[in-house]
Every structure is written in C-alpha cells, then in structure tokens.
C-alpha cells in the first residue's frame, strides 16, 4: 500500500516541513513539502539522505543496561520495563534523599519540549539545560539587553534584503534549506552580501564582499562601523530617536574607535571600512547585520553581538522588508495559543542549581548555562545534583574537554542517555534509551512563528522497526513509575494533539491537507514608528542596558585585543559541513560516502614554514599535552595565518559505529581545560579560545 505524508525531517535541528512516500512500510521517498513556497519540493543533502539512517543498523534498536563500567562498552539488553523500572527506583531513591532538584536534564531545545520539561517539573526539578551555552547564549543575552526579549524575537527578512552582513554565517554550508533559498533570491535580485570570516567558506564564494578577518576581532570592525555611521552621520535619525535610549553615550564611547585602528586590529583595510559604511547606508533600511553564531564563542562575544544589533538599530532595519521583523506568534493575530501541559504542573520552589537568575542575575533562568552543571555536581554546591539525564543532546561532543566531564559525570549516581544513534555520552551512560527516529514518530503539536504565524505537525510514516519508541511516550512512562502520572493523562499524541489545539479554532484535520495550518492569510507587519513591542523598562532598544546597569555590568566594553598564539600554536576554529550534521552524521552511509572524515585548514606560508604539503599528515596536539591526533592537512591561502580550521564532529570513538569511527579529528577533544572558560557577561562557553600544536607528523 502507499501512502503520502506530511511531517518534519529531523535530520538537524531546522525542522523542514517534507513529504514522505512509503510503500508497504518502507520509506521510498522524501521531499521538502512541495506546499511550502520557501522548501519548493527542495531538501538538503542531509535530508535527503535520512531514508539511509532509518535503514542504518548501527543504531540503538532497545533499551540498554551498562554491565561493565562507565564507556567501556559492555551493554545488557533490556525490555523497556526493566529498563524503566531500573531507571525509576534509581531517581525514587535520589529524590527520597535529595530531593526532585538532585535531578537534571538537558536537551537539544527546539519547539518539542513541553513533555520532558513536564516531567522534569512534576518531578519538583528546576535544573532544565539545553545546548545553547555552546550554541547562540551571547546572542541570546545580548539581545535581552538591547530588546528586553531574546535572539527569537526577530526573524531576517534575506529575500528582500538589500546587503545583508555576515560575520562567519556561513548561509550555504551551515544550512537552513529555506534561509539559504531566500539568501539566493537575494542574489538573484542584485542585493549584496558582505561576508566576513577567518577563512572563505562556501558563502564567501557567493558574497560580493569578502573580509578575512583576524579571529575575534569582529567587535573591533563594528565599533569601526558604528564610529564612522555615526561620524558621517549615516544612521537613520528619524528611527535612532524614536527608538533608542543611550545613542549619545554610545557616539561618546566609540569616539576613539576610528577606522584606521579598526583595521589594525582586524587587518581589514581602513577605507574599506569606511567604503562599506557608505555604501550600506545607501541601503537602508533594508539591510541586515546577522548576528549570528560564530562570533559567538569568544571571550567578548556578548558585546560583538550586542555592536551588531546595535548597527541594525542604527539601520533603522527593524520591521521593515528586507530586514528584521518581530516574529509574530498566535496571540499577535488574534488566536489563542496551543494549551502547554507545563503550565497545569506546580512550578518547583528551589533555586536553580546553576545559579542563573538569581546569584547571576543578567543569565537568564530557563534553560540556564550547562557548563555551570558541572562546577555544582563536584562541589555540591548549593546542593548535590545526583542523576543527569540527557535527552536529544550529546554534550561529551558539544561541550569541551570530553576527558574533564567524564570525571565530573563520574560523581553521578546516574546518567541516562535518550537517543536515537550511539552518541558519546549515551555510550558512557548507564542506561541509553534509543529514541524512535523522525520518520517512525508523532511528535507534539508545535507553533511556527513568523510574519505568517502558523501551527505544524510531525507524522509518523513508518511504525518504529525495532524496540525505539517516541520520546514523549519515554517521559510519560517514566513520569508515571515516579507516582506523577496524573499530569499526564493522555494515551497517545493524537489524544494530546486534541488537548493541544483545544480553544484555538484549528482541528487535528484540517493538518491533513498541507502538514501546516496557517493561522493568517496576508503577512503581518507592525508600524514601526508606533508599534513595535520592545520589552525592556523603557519599552525602547536600550543601547544603555537597564538589565546590565543594574547588575553592576558596563553597556559599552572597552575592546581588549585577543591573545596571540605562542610560536607552533594555533587557534582552532571549527564549523559545519553542508553534509554533517554535527557529531550525528558521520556514520551514515551516504553522508559518510561524501564526507568520511575531516581535514585541518592551515594557512599556506605558515605550512611552508612547517614543512608541509597540502595532503600530508599533520600531528595536532592540545594545549596541555593530554590529547593529540594526526589528519590530513589543507594548504590554502584563504585562511588566516594564527588560524587552523576543521569541521566539527568527527574523530567519533563508538565502536558500534563502524563507518564514523576514529575517522578524522574530534575539535572537541582539543578543547581541552576550557569547560569553565566562558563570556562572563553572556555567559556562554568560548570554545574558540583553543590552541593547539601543529607539527608535520613523522
Ligand atoms: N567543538 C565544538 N563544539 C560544538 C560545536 C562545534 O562546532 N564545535 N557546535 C556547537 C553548536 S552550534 C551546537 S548547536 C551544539 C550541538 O550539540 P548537540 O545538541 O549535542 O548536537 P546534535 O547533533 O544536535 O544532537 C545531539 C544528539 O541528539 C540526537 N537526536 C537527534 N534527533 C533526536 C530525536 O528525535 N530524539 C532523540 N532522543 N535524540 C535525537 C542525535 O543522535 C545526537 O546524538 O554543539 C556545540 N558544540
Ligand atoms: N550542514 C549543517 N548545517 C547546520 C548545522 C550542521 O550541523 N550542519 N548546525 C546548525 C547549527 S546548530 C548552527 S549554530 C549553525 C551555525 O552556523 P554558522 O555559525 O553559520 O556556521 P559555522 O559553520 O558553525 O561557523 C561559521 C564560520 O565562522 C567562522 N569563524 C570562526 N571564528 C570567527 C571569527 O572570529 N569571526 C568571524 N567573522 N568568523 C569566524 C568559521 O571559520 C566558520 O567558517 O548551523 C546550523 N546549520
Ligand atoms: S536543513 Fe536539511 S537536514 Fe536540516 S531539517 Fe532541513 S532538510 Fe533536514
Ligand atoms: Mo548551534
């Protein structure tokens, strides 16, 4: 029999809507959903490639119980009620001692939450994490100092977009299948991109401008800017005093920042600068400094994040086309959001384990800062974490120094892994849980902001085809073997897809048709010199943060130049390949055809210097001595000399894995001491702040 269905890929975390053809059960067939004009039928080669993962058997197929010990790889098969029941007497016995807050979670984030944090607060925990302290935290904080609301708050509008500026967001490798699409409509209607990066990825291949910029210096190129916009009085004055608080101090703050001392510390020429700021001016309002990411990971990268939104504010580019728009949700055009069983659950009383919202009271508190877990699991303080549950997260690949966090897990009594793939930690867990995949699960109803707010679903098209099951049916079980049952009533998703949607208007039906339900016909725009929805105190951009000011944090950082690495040493920065999905990917049998493992970028005078070719072997070494490795070398000229460069995720140590094992270099295993090592002010973890050694390998 066939049947056609419309759902979510799950490959990474973008969540493209697609269609899916299976034939007797077996999926033939994925496409991006022909219904979404910004998808057109297209996907990405990860994607695409997601049939070779459901029919890949080197995945968790049922549950498993540690025998040996932690990571040696010594496994007992177990039904999901022993592995259950094992699981909650362990968590019964903590919380009996502990209390609910000696158990914490982490997750991957994204729009499927309301389940597992369900259970993480009927069980009387505060201490939800997620990813992003390696991820978007700076960017997150920055914009909650500027807007009083975090980086979500705005969407980019690249199709209509005159210039948009990039600081290492590299659009056409680190994928969005629609951000990329409306990118190359930019294109294709003459708008301009400047690029800026250590090295020329893909999109510098694209831009109309590309910089290569000395690493971590991108906040010397926008105080740069921000000098000569204001100097040359090319902001948008119109917008500046309608909406801004402070732009005096910041005009008096960026006075001995000029462009000629932007461009020593950035090595991007002086009346370039200069040029630019001209030129983009022209443009506005139409026009987008990306915030980004990559800018993201260093020691000040909440305030290089903070300059960017700070030139959009000057652009005058909020809620205009071609440039950021306020994402509007249900309650913007009238209709009620989708019912969150979180809400119906008692808030618990304690602290948050981290401290985030309230001994750091500019972190805000919801999913906190992980990389603070692991100071408080050691020293059990302000009280002891005791099991660790790590849900649609890897953090052995995604926060630095593997080594360092096995000793601190070490101290747990229990660390449970939910996954669908081996990954390092659910390899080092005591009991890995294997998560049904994309294509063999319902997931909750979520909600799509945007212009054209809208409600989208993810359909099973296959019955899961081993032990796997969803993660919500995983949460639920466990909730009730812990006596909290009663908060989560429902049988299956389709029960909770109902309580979901009651009071909003829309019927589990009406998905049937495109796999969205948009909730307005015509794109929504506010007026944006009477009613854009600012949150801070003044209800304005606060250029002079009240949040910071308060908390004793200055507004304007005075820029401090980044180290220099020591003579042999190296920066490591590192990014994605537009065929990997992180540490996910690698064994996949047609992504790990194209891309089996990984190579180290490295500058062609400084590899002269070192004696090596392009494809020789390099041996790298981390900073301490403690980790080292040997891979392929790239020779190339479009990198900067302090720099070297590998794409992220490899050197993976699963054995089970057999395709993706040890193939390449793990960058996260260099990084190694750095795990406390972040931007104080917003917080997140400064992986760029490795240095490792390079030498040609014997
Ligand atoms: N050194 C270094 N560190 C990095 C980065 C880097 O480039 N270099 N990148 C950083 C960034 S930007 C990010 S966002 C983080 C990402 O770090 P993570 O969030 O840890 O990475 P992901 O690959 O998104 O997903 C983690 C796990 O989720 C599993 N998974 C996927 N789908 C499902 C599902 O439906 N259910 C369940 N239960 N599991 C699922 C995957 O198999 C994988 O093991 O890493 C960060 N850390
Ligand atoms: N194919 C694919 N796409 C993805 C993902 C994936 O795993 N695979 N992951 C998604 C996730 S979670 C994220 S966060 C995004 C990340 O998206 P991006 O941030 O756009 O991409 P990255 O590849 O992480 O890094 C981009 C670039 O930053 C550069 N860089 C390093 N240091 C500096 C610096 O000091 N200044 C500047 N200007 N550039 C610097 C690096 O050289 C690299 O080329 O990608 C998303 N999309
Ligand atoms: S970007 Fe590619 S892998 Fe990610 S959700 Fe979209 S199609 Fe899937
Ligand atoms: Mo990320």
Redesign the pocket.
Known sequence: MKKSVFSMC?M??VRCPIRVEVEDEVVKWIEGNPHDPGMAGRLCAKGSAGIAMEYDYERPSHPMIREGERGEGKWRKATWDEALDFIGDKLKGIIEKYGGKAIALSD?GGPFRDIHRSFLRAIGSPNYFN?DC???KNVQHASISLFGSGRKTFNYDCKQCKHLVLYGRNVFESLKVKGANAVMELLDAGGKITYIDVRASGTAMKATRFWRIRPGTDYALNLGIIHTVIRDKLYDKEFVERWVEGFNELESFVSEYTPDWASAETGIPAEEIVEFAHEISEDKPSVIFHPG?MTARYMDSFYSSRSAYILNALMGSFETPGGLFFQKGPGDVGIKGLNTLMDTIPKPEDKRVDGCGWKYKHFESGPGLLHLLYPAILSEDPYPVKAYIV?????L????DPEEQKRVFDKLDLLVA????Y?ET?WYADVLLP?A??LE?SSILATGKGLKPQFKIRKKAIEPRNEARP?WWIFKSLAERLGVGKYFKFDDVEDFWEWQLDGTGVKVKDFEEKGFVPLVEAPVWWDRMNDLKFKTPSKKIEFVSSLLEENGITSFKPYESPKKPKKGFFRLA???SPVH????TQNNPILNEIMPENTLWINAEKAEELGVSNRDMVEVTSSDGSHSGTISAYVTPFIDPETVFMV??FGRKVPWQTLGYNKGLG??RF?TGLLNVYDPVGGANA?LECYIQVKKAK
């Open positions: 799950g990474c975390a991957r990813h390696t991820c978007a990411w849900f649609r997260h890897d953090p690949l995604s926060l630095p939910v996954d669908g793939k990954s659910g998560s995949t994309y699960k993660d590192f990014g994605r999905t992180h540490g996910q992220h995720g960058d996260y990084e992986l």
